[in-house]
């Protein structure tokens, strides 16, 4: 009994590999920096313009940049490659303690993750982004002793955070290809788990988002959007 469920669970393993590797490349943006292209949704992950450029742009300096917490708790909606927490990690100030809690459901392929130029172009060691995607789910794990990360396996919905946060980066899906994701019910849920002044960012700019984000009682800004889109949004919890 016990081989015949060991050769099943290897015979699904291998075929989700197989289905991994199918659905997801990796693409090198203008800026020279990787990129995955999700085949299922027709999408990318980041600007074919420029991925580190984008990332830098649009959660870094009108996210990250822009609170000034000695202790800033941070969500991730979509983890992916890991490029925001190794800029956040990057830009981080020496004197300031983050916990970054980032929700994942599809986590990359190891074969993908390995593959990922993001380390080279920033002049990092290449076991740093190893290190925050072998890392265990679902446990806290020191970056350094000021940087934890928490990776939990789940979508957005189905979260039910024991946190509260100063910063959300909202980086799902563009709403028209997850819909869900961008609607009334999960902004609130974001809004409540926000402190007072907490922000959330992201790189849409969506009429139905910015609806609902004022609905709920966030205070908006429109901002310039990066590489050439018109606008992005950050909101903040007043
Ligand atoms: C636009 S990509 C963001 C990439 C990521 N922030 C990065 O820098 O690589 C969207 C990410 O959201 C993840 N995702 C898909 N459905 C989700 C859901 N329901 N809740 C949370 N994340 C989701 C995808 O697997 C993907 O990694």
Redesign the pocket.
Known sequence: MFFIEVIFCNYVTNLTKKIDKINRKLRITNDGSHT?Y?SDLN?H??SKKG?ISE?EYVFIKNGFSQQNKKHVKIL?????????ILLTFLHSDKNSKIYYHA????PLDESLQKKLNYCQLLDVDEEFLKKIHVSAWDKKIYLNKNFIIYKEK????NFMSKEFFDLI?F???APSK?KN?WDFKIIKYCYDILNKDGIIVTYSSSGDFKRNLKKIGFEISVLKGALGKREMIRAKKI
Request: proline fraction near 3%.
């Open positions: 995955v999700f999408e992950y980041h991925a990332s991730e909606i979509g983890m992916g490659t890991g490029l925001n929700l994942e459901p599809y789940t979508k957005i919905e980066y980086d799902a899906f997850q994701i």
